[in-house]
């Protein structure tokens, strides 16, 4: 366990529906994250948020919209997608100190299939 | 875990062989550097990192040698255990809060 948890593990969802992934830290960090993992590509950041303020947004679409309660919990709230969106959304967490260098602990993420 | 699909190149060893997974990065300013291992079902878990100001690090079984003239990063796996068969990914720090990923390497252990 790396004290990142994400609900659900799993969701399939049609392309109207809206739903929400969870994310909670355990470690006291500062800052977290949301990642795409999709076939064929390497780990893609979608959007970063530092003391619960969004630092980051990666050309991200607006179907995904990020929300960050606290510094312990992440939310991406999904609402119409794409097929092309099924992929595996992972969350993290780190300590970012003055120096910016800093180990991100990843969850188990969310598996995502859009139908 | 299953993250990088079809084209995942794979390194096959036996078990207790040493393993060398190997990255290109493509930034030369990239000041710190991180291997994560990625198992089935799994997110990406931290094995190691480095700094730009060190060669080489060590760790339990596990060492990163980091040669920055031609941007080349590695992770050697001593003994490999079949427990080690998993998607090795290195991370590379472009900027502040910034980590970009490789595509990743299957690593699979063979009893």
């Known amino acids: 366990e790396t004290g990142v948890t994400q609900t659900p593990r799993h969701l399939v969802m049609g392309m109207t529906n809206k739903k929400s992934l969870k994310c909670e830290q355990h470690?006291?960090?500062?800052?977290m994250y949301w990642y795409k993992q999709s076939a064929k590509k390497p780990l893609e950041l979608m959007f970063v948020?530092?003391?619960?303020?969004?630092?980051e947004n990666n050309s991200v679409p607006s179907r995904f919209s990020p929300e960050c309660p606290n510094s312990s919990h992440l939310f991406l709230h999904l609402h119409t997608l794409q097929p092309e969106d099924s992929a595996l959304y992972l969350c993290?967490?780190?300590?970012?100190?003055?120096?910016?260098?800093?180990?991100?602990?990843f969850g188990p993420g969310t598996r995502l299939l859009v139908l | 875990g299953e993250s990088v699909g079809l084209h995942l190149p794979t390194l096959s060893v036996q078990e207790g062989d040493n393993s060398i997974i190997n990255c290109a990065y493509s930034?030369?300013?990239?000041?710190?550097f991180i291997w994560y291992k990625q198992e089935s079902g799994k997110g990406p878990q931290f094995i190691i990192d480095?700094?730009?100001?060190?060669d080489k690090r060590q760790g339990q079984r596990v060492t990163v040698l980091l040669n920055k003239t031609v941007k080349h990063l590695s992770l050697q796996i001593a003994a490999t255990q079949p427990g080690d068969s998993a998607v090795y990914f290195c991370?590379?720090?472009?900027?502040?809060?910034?980590?970009?990923f490789g595509t990743g390497t299957r690593l699979l252990v063979s009893p």
């Open positions: 993290a967490s780190s300590q970012v100190g003055l120096a910016g260098v800093e180990t991100q602990y």
């Open positions: 470690l006291g960090h500062n800052a």
């Open positions: 948020y530092n003391f619960k303020e969004q630092t």
């Open positions: 930034n030369s300013a990239s000041d710190y």
């Open positions: 480095i700094r730009s100001n060190m």
């Open positions: 991370a590379e720090n472009e900027g502040f809060q910034k980590l970009v």
